[in-house]
T-cell receptor
Framework: GAGVSQTPSNKVTEKGKYVELRCDPI?????LYWYRQSLGQGPEFLIY????????DSGLPNDRFFAVRPEGSVSTLKIQRTERGDSAVYLC??????????????FGPGTRLTVL | DQQVKQNSPSLSVQEGRISILNCDYT??????FLWYKKYPAEGPTFLIS?????DKNEDGRFTVFLNKSAKHLSLHIVPSQPGDSAVYFC????????????FGGGTRLMVKP
């Protein structure tokens, strides 16, 4: 079946602009996650959705970052007033979120954001 | 403070030999561990996982070992193949502290023909 998809694959923007990054999870996966990967580092957690609600947004770096998942499927990560330090690969993952069992997160290809 | 560490940024192995990638963690609440493989310009691909109730899990050429007392896990690939050349990330999760994964910094494996 189809995996996690993310659009756009690349986004170049200017400092101060607003960007939206989109994630389509695997069909049937109730849990959706956003991570950010900077060059030479491992992915860092940003936010986790269970259904439509943000169950854990403790990884969002500041209030310029916001994410929504209005219908419990597609999610959009929104970044306001972008800064050069926001440049990174933004990864989305989804999982079945089975309680009491190992829960594997499956990742999309990522969106590479470059802020000039 | 890094809770998951991969101390070897790179590893070079001859084709056919064993590759051993190591990972250390500090959070004793972690109870589920995963290894992901990442090729350039792609997202991480799930490889193998292990629950803290086990000390070994095997899937074909890949075996993960967990030593809870040492807070250490390792991934063994045998025999190594050139197509295994990629960056490998270990990740950990604490079930009672949300579902987020905490990743190590990655190890770049190069398998030479």
């Amino acid at each position: 079946g189809a995996g996690v998809s993310q659009t756009p694959s690349n986004k170049v923007t200017e400092k101060g602009k607003y960007v939206e990054l989109r994630c389509d999870p695997i069909s049937g996966h109730t849990a959706l996650y956003w991570y950010r990967q900077s060059l030479g580092q491992g992915p860092e957690f940003l936010i986790y959705f269970q259904g439509t609600g943000a169950a854990d947004d403790s990884g969002l770096p500041n209030d310029r970052f916001f994410a929504v998942r209005p219908e419990g499927s597609v999610s959009t990560l929104k970044i306001q007033r972008t800064e050069r330090g926001d440049s990174a690969v933004y990864l989305c993952a989804s999982s079945l979120r089975r309680e009491g069992a190992g829960d594997t997160q499956y990742f999309g290809p990522g969106t590479r954001l470059t802020v000039l | 403070d890094q809770q998951v560490k991969q101390n070897s940024p790179s590893l070079s192995v001859q084709e056919g030999r064993i590759s051993i990638l190591n990972c250390d963690y500090t959070n004793s609440m972690f109870d589920y561990f995963l290894w992901y493989k990442k090729y350039p310009a792609e997202g991480p691909t799930f490889l193998i996982s292990i629950s803290s109730i086990k000390d070994k899990n095997e899937d074909g050429r890949f075996t993960v070992f967990l030593n809870k007392s040492a807070k250490h896990l390792s991934l063994h690939i045998v025999p190594s193949q050139p197509g295994d050349s990629a960056v490998y990330f270990c990740a950990a999760r604490a079930s009672n502290a949300g579902n987020m994964l905490t990743f190590g910094g990655g190890t770049r494996l190069m398998v030479k023909p």
